[in-house]
């Protein structure tokens, strides 16, 4: 069976924004934000705490988040250390994501550590969020191949779950940070995450849309009892440290489809492709979204 409700949690001011050339006004990308809450997302990774020399497109996260911080929606940040932590906890922010790699490699590409040694980075960040009562997301990237490895295997995958889950995360989310698993790999990882004594309502799915599979494995994870599924609004999106990572699932190809099904999830369709076809004006060059082409003639 399919679930009655799906929460979205959209990632495009981060996920999408992070991953653009151009650098993007931060009074625009508050507007994007706002625009996004209007259209009926209660759930917005607004930004991230990060080196500002890793994401020069995110160094505005402090004039960024208090202009959005009252809106009546959860606003999650990632946070990749006790500084980021620091710097999100002076603003307020009750939500924060570590993000964990699954491979080696991209560890050492996205956080400039080993595998072990980022996860120790992230256990401070996540028993100091705890104690000060602060959600916690753990990101999992690279859950199902790794552009310098080839596939991960999935014992692999269960066990940086298992640490995440045993450090205190409130939720997961198992990323296809590069776009290239398929319904029946997704099929296999949530059985073995099952298996392996993982609560199917602790996970969140996390799909790059890089061979266009993003929608099938979004199902494939839903039948499996996922309720939690990431996208970005206009299909905005990458990671400036994997290449070939495209942009994440379109929160309109996900809300269409999910409409179809009679699955509810509180998006207002036409407001979300307003939203995406101003944001690609602002970006200038249209969204990749089949669905937002489909209903604006873009
Ligand atoms: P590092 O160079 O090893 O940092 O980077 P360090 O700990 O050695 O510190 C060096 C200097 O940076 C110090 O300053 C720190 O204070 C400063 P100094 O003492 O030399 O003057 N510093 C900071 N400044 C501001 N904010 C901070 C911060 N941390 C240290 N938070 C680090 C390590 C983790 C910081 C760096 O690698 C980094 O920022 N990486 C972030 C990369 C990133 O954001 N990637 C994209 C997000 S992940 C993603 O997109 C995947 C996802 O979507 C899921 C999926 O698709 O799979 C989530
Ligand atoms: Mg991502």
Not at 230 to 253: I, K, M, V
């Amino acid at each position: 069976g399919l679930p009655t409700r799906v929460r979205i949690h959209e990632v495009g001011p981060r996920d999408g924004l992070q991953n653009e050339k151009a650098t993007v006004p931060t009074e625009v990308k508050a507007e994007f934000v706002r625009r996004l809450a209007d259209a009926g997302l209660t759930t917005i990774e607004a930004t991230s705490f990060v080196h500002p020399k890793w994401v020069p497109q995110l160094a505005d996260a402090e004039q960024l988040y208090p202009r959005v911080a009252d809106l009546p929606v959860a606003l999650p940040v990632l946070v990749p250390n006790e500084r980021g932590l620091d710097r999100a906890l002076a603003l307020g922010a009750d939500r924060v994501a570590v993000f964990a790699s699954a491979s080696e490699s991209f560890a050492r590409a996205n956080l400039n550590r080993s595998m072990d040694e980022a996860l120790a980075m992230f256990e401070p960040v996540v028993t100091r969020g705890k104690a000060a009562g602060v959600h916690v997301r753990g990101y999992l990237s690279m859950c199902f191949g790794d552009p310098w490895e080839g596939e991960v295997p999935i014992p692999q995958v269960v066990h940086v779950c298992r640490v995440l889950l045993d450090m205190g995360c409130d939720e997961l989310s198992l990323g296809d940070t590069i776009g290239v698993g398929t319904a029946g790999h997704v099929s296999a990882l949530l059985t073995a995450l099952t298996e392996a004594g993982v609560p199917v309502s602790a996970l969140g799915v996390h799909f790059h849309d890089t061979y266009g599979q993003a929608l099938a494995n979004t199902l494939t994870a839903l039948r499996h009892g996922v309720t939690t599924v990431d996208a970005s609004a206009g299909g905005l999106g990458g990671c400036p440290y994997a290449r070939s990572a495209t942009g994440n699932l379109a929160t309109e190809d996900l809300v269409w489809m999910l409409r179809g099904l009679g699955v509810d999830t509180g998006v207002d369709l036409g407001r979300l492709t307003a939203t995406s076809v101003w944001m690609a004006g602002q970006l200038g060059r249209p969204s990749p979204s089949r669905t937002v082409r489909a209903l604006s003639h873009q």
